[in-house]
């Protein structure tokens, strides 16, 4: 009886704990003690009938996880931007060129912007461009260089160092005019119950943000921090490597880093991202 | 190893094979949700159910279920209801049919059909990422099912 009573205050307790956590925090996330970043905007129209307010998923880390973003001499993820740079000036291929013989010696000038755009649709190509498939037209094409493997080190880097450039500015991702096909594909994978637990990206992110599957605390799964450095596997996450895991986790077969689906699903979750700023290269857990 | 073992045994059900007194997942017969007729003729064991629930690979119900007489288990999740006194409220045949298919209750619901083997898009070969081969064993047996339910009967007055 006296055992029954206390497992009832304990479960109490647990759960009230559970609801501290159900939300978002209300931490403000400022780098380097001057770069303001939006962790939080009004949602985009496209999501007015699903959700009013759109949270970056640093908002959801632990104390601990946040403040390793908050330092650039924390953030675990600079190194590789370090090592970008290197990249950026060193000529590779058979036109002995180098990124920074096209966009010169200092990525800040001619890379600011270009993360907030992307994925975006390329007239020449005829089709939507993430922006790993654009490193690798300018290294094919541009260089004579191999593409980078798509969800490789060596592209993580090199999206880190061109992240970075845009970090604080919004998010803004076209969806209309020619793009406005791939976006609807995208969307239509967002909301497709997938494998043998028959979950979509929706029921985690949409449904369930705030919540906890296990340990987990659920994020809406936005991608305006990305690539992300995860403590749990110590390395830079690309999108694709993500959603590749997120879709294995329902006991599904996945798609390949770089599909044309995967690019779709990129455009689209991108778009719900709208109006956060770009934060990578990010911590999470 | 189990995986391989559990595949003949589901064919030769739905061949009608009368050596186990067993219910193939494409066999069984909801009424509103619920499923009135065991699954297996052998009895469900609660202290196995317990083990299936906190179990990754198997039930892993706590990822979405607090439950307190689970609580020796880490991080129970919120996705899903808290089940403490589910077996007060529930008749073992509701219990039954939400643990086989949950959607058969709750319409649409998160909550994955744990017998069930087909319909699924994009079905994967477990956690592996690869795609199926075959037709996929439900993640649990008939067996784990009761014994998974008659774990939540035990669930009284939470």
Request: glycine fraction near 10%; include cysteine.
């Given at each position: ?17 559970g609801?501290?956590?159900a939300?978002p925090d ?8 001057d770069l ?9 129209d ?19 996880t946040?403040e390793?973003?908050?330092?650039d001499?924390?953030?675990p ?13 060193s000529?590779?291929g058979?036109?002995?060129k ?6 010169g010696?200092d ?6 912007g270009v ?5 975006k ?9 993430t ?13 004579g260089?191999?593409a980078?493997?798509y ?12 992240a ?5 500015m919004?998010?803004n991702v ?11 594909q995208g969307k239509?994978?967002?909301y497709t119950?997938?494998?043998q637990?028959?979950?979509s990206?929706a029921?985690c992110?949409?449904?369930n943000?705030?919540?906890?599957i296990r340990?987990?605390?659920?994020s ?5 921090g990305f ?5 749990k ?17 329902t006991?599904?077969e ?5 599909s044309?689906?995967?690019v ?22 | ?9 589901v ?15 494409a ?9 009135e007729?065991?699954?297996t003729?052998?009895a469900?064991d609660p202290?196995r159910?317990?083990?299936?629930m ?39 045949a ?5 643990v ?7 319409e649409?619901?998160v909550?994955?059909a744990?017998?069930?083997?087909t319909?699924f898009?994009?079905?994967?070969d ?5 795609a ?20 939540l009967?035990t669930?009284?007055?939470?």
């Amino acid at each position: 009886m006296k055992i029954k009573v206390l497992t009832a205050v304990s479960a109490a307790l647990i759960g009230s704990a559970g609801l501290a956590l159900a939300d978002p925090d209300e931490d403000q996330l400022v780098i380097n003690g001057d770069l303001e970043i939006v962790t939080e905007a009004a949602a985009p129209d496209h999501l007015s009938d699903v959700m009013d307010t759109i949270y970056s998923g640093w908002r959801f880390r632990s104390d601990e996880t946040q403040e390793l973003e908050m330092d650039d001499f924390d953030n675990p993820g600079m190194i590789f931007v370090d090592q970008a740079m290197d990249s950026w000036a060193s000529a590779e291929g058979s036109e002995g060129k180098s990124c920074a013989s096209c966009h010169g010696d200092d990525p800040s000038e001619s890379m600011a912007g270009v993360r907030a755009v992307y994925p975006k649709w390329n007239a020449d190509a005829g089709e939507v461009r993430t922006l790993a498939m654009q490193i690798n037209d300018c290294r094919e094409n541009q260089m004579g260089a191999d593409a980078y493997k798509y969800d490789s080190a060596p592209m993580a880097a090199m999206e880190a160092l061109i992240a970075v450039q845009s970090r604080g500015m919004p998010v803004n991702v076209a969806i209309g005019g020619p793009a406005a096909e791939t976006w609807e594909q995208g969307k239509a994978l967002y909301y497709t119950r997938t494998g043998q637990l028959e979950l979509s990206c929706a029921n985690c992110h949409e449904d369930n943000y705030g919540n906890n599957i296990r340990s987990d605390h659920l994020s809406q799964g936005q991608i305006n921090g990305f690539p992300t450095y995860r403590l749990k596997n110590a390395k830079l996450n690309t999108v694709h490597g993500r959603f590749k895991g997120c879709v294995r986790d329902t006991r599904a077969e996945t798609y390949s880093p770089g599909s044309p689906e995967f690019v779709a699903l990129e455009l689209y979750v991108a778009s719900r991202g709208n109006g956060l700023s770009v934060e990578g290269p990010s911590v999470r857990n | 190893m189990r995986i391989t073992l559990l595949i003949p045994s589901v064919l030769a059900l739905s061949a009608g094979t009368a050596m186990a007194e067993m219910v193939a997942p494409a066999d069984v017969q909801f009424a509103d949700g619920a499923l009135e007729t065991p699954l297996t003729s052998d009895a469900g064991d609660p202290a196995r159910g317990k083990v299936i629930m906190t179990t990754r690979s198997k039930g892993n119900c706590v990822a979405c279920h607090e439950i307190s007489a689970l609580s020796e288990a880490p991080f129970h999740g919120n996705v899903g209801p808290m089940l403490d006194g589910v077996g007060e409220y529930r008749t073992e045949a509701e219990l039954r049919g939400i643990v086989a298919n949950a959607k058969m209750t709750f319409e649409g619901s998160v909550m994955p059909a744990f017998y069930k083997t087909t319909g699924f898009e994009r079905p994967g070969d477990g956690y592996s990422g690869k795609a199926a081969q075959g037709e996929l064993p439900p993640i649990l047996t008939a067996q784990e099912i009761e014994d998974v339910v008659a774990f939540l009967k035990t669930l009284k007055d939470g």
